[in-house]
């Protein structure tokens, strides 16, 4: 059930992102006079189709995963004299540009609407005020105590825990010293901190700055679940099982989530006591447990850790006082949608550059699979979680398709850019050497992608 909740999910995300970026390319053709063939939305043997006045064929396909818009276009086919004033390559320079550059900017225009109805019911989040400080981190090292508020990062303002982690991203990568502003409970004015770093994070697989960092908010847990057990990790194989909550962990009561996963990461070649508690449904009496578990030794970001193979769900909350509450009307909705897709779109923009020049390791980027685990767990999540994953998506297309890339739009557009700068357009000998490139480049990139799916660390 869960399987087939994640894949409608998933199509229900696809199919609404793809719809949007099509209408944006079908709309502005139409309104450039170019004859529109067919909408597609999915791809292979039509399910269902339907034809305008215009005789725009409407196509629904069972391969759910894309779609396009086919244009009259002498390029690809021979084009009848009195229609060549319809072929999209008949067309001014200018009116081309517009219709390619549609679709990313129907997907832009999508994520303003989606985080729009997100806002228009308030915005939540947690006040910065540090719960736990690890031990001989770089925050303990550099004076961080539990109570304090983060302010600001590097001079900017940070209100909530989600603002610390955006701006603390922006260091992945790099060397040098990371500037807090902190505000201290016995203190009368906020003070900053200098925190130096080198190649910070640089290697790392799913990067947690606040976890390199060292701190975390004050969470209220009230249990610790194995959300998920490998058949093939060492907590299977110690007996370890799906909904077991876990109480402590060599004798030390389990009170935060690092906390736990420190523990099992350090604790090579050693055995841990873990004592749990296995729910039994139908009334009968829960069991206690006490398991001994031997960590298996894995290679993670270039050191060797343990793990037990399993996927941890914690249960609690966060102290309701310092969750912080932001109403908006209709317009201030709208201005925070707008904030937020720029924001959002910087930040894809920053983690492509620090792909690029390798300061975000390349085991970050993530293929169809997380995707569609991300679908999943956000619709389950909640509505709103859902809508916000269709906008951040729905960015993440638009930006991906202005990629100078041929096949993309973004490939497309630079061909235009060159046509204007020349005078002529791209030879058609060109033209077709560059989206062999192209697509070799995304089919290579998708795999890739996947393979990082399939070998993600459970």
């Known amino acids: 059930m869960a399987l087939l909740q994640t894949l409608f999910f998933t199509f229900i995300a696809l199919g609404v992102l793809v719809t949007f970026h099509e209408f944006g390319h079908f709309w502005v053709a139409r309104r450039c006079a170019v004859r529109v063939e067919r909408f597609s939305i999915g791809f292979g043997k039509p399910l269902w189709r339907w034809r305008d006045k215009k005789n725009t064929e409407f196509v629904l396909a069972a391969l759910p995963l894309g779609g396009y818009v086919k244009m009259l276009d002498e390029r690809e086919a021979e084009v009848n004299t009195e229609d060549l004033p319809y ?11 517009a219709i390619i550059s549609a679709g990313p900017i129907a997907n832009f225009l999508l994520a303003i609407l989606a985080f729009w109805l997100v806002f ?24 961080f105590e539990s109570g304090m508020e983060i302010v600001a990062v590097n001079g900017v303002e940070t209100s909530t825990w989600g603002s610390v982690n955006r701006q603390l991203f922006d260091y992945i990568g790099s060397t040098g010293e990371m500037l807090f502003t902190l505000s201290d409970p016995d203190a009368e004015l906020p003070y900053q901190v200098v925190v130096p770093v080198s190649s910070w994070l640089r290697d790392m697989e799913n990067p947690a700055p606040l976890r390199e960092l060292g701190i975390s908010p004050p969470f209220e847990l009230e249990a610790l679940i194995l959300a998920a057990v490998s058949e093939t990790g060492a907590g299977f194989a110690a007996g370890l099982r799906e909904g077991d909550v876990l109480l402590s962990v060599n004798g030390q009561q389990i009170t ?18 873990i004592e749990l508690k296995r729910p039994h449904k139908e009334g009968a009496a829960d069991e206690f447990l006490t398991l001994q578990v031997m960590p298996k030794a894995v290679q993670r970001d270039g050191r060797t850790v343990g793990q037990l193979g399993v996927q941890l769900a914690s249960k609690g909350r966060y102290p309701e006082a310092l969750i912080r509450t932001i109403e908006y009307g209709l317009g201030s909705a709208f201005t925070r949608s707008l904030r937020e897709t720029v924001d959002t779109t910087g930040f894809i923009l920053s983690s492509l550059g620090k792909l690029v020049v390798g300061d975000l390791s390349p085991k970050n980027l993530s293929g169809p699979i997380t995707i569609a685990k991300m679908a999943g767990d956000t619709a389950r999540a909640g509505t709103d979680n859902f809508i916000r994953f269709i906008a951040i998506l729905s960015i993440m297309l638009g930006v991906m398709n202005l990629l100078p890339i041929p096949v993309l739009d973004g490939g497309h557009l630079l061909y235009c850019l060159i046509e204007l700068v020349k005078g002529s357009p791209v030879s058609d000998q060109v033209q077709m050497l560059g989206y062999k490139i192209g697509f070799a480049m995304l089919v290579g990139l998708m795999v890739f992608a996947t393979f990082n799916d399939l070998t993600r660390s459970f």
């Open 87 to 97: 072929a999209f390559s008949q067309k001014t320079i200018w009116q081309r540009i």
């Open 120 to 143: 228009l019911s308030g915005e939540r989040g947690l006040i910065p005020v540090i719960g736990d400080v690890v031990d001989e981190s770089l925050a303990s090292r550099a004076g």
């Open 256 to 273: 935060n989530v690092d906390m736990f996963i420190g523990r099992v990461s350090s604790s090579l070649n050693t055995r841990l006591t």
